[in-house]
């Protein structure tokens, strides 16, 4: 359970930022280009962390020690 709490943090963060660019983007003809570049860029930006956090709290393989050579660890 504790996994998911950074995860719900980050994306408020996120969505609070998405927020701020909706709001104070400055009006002119390029107004929604811009608020799109900005909510697509911190969308991919959380889907990136989001992965790579989740990817390293449960991998899909296993990892082990290798005991070949007699080595102790």
Do not use: D, N
């Not at 799109?36 to 990136?48: D, F, H, K, N, Q």
């Amino acid at each position: 359970m504790a996994s998911v709490i950074p995860v719900i943090f980050i994306l408020a963060i996120v969505l609070g930022l998405m927020a701020c660019g909706y709001l104070f983007v400055p009006k002119g003809p390029h107004q929604t280009t811009i608020r799109t570049a900005i909510m697509l860029t911190l969308a991919s930006c959380y889907l990136m962390w989001m992965i790579t956090y989740m990817a390293q709290l449960h991998p899909l393989i296993t990892p082990y020690r290798s005991t070949k050579g007699g080595e102790s660890l």
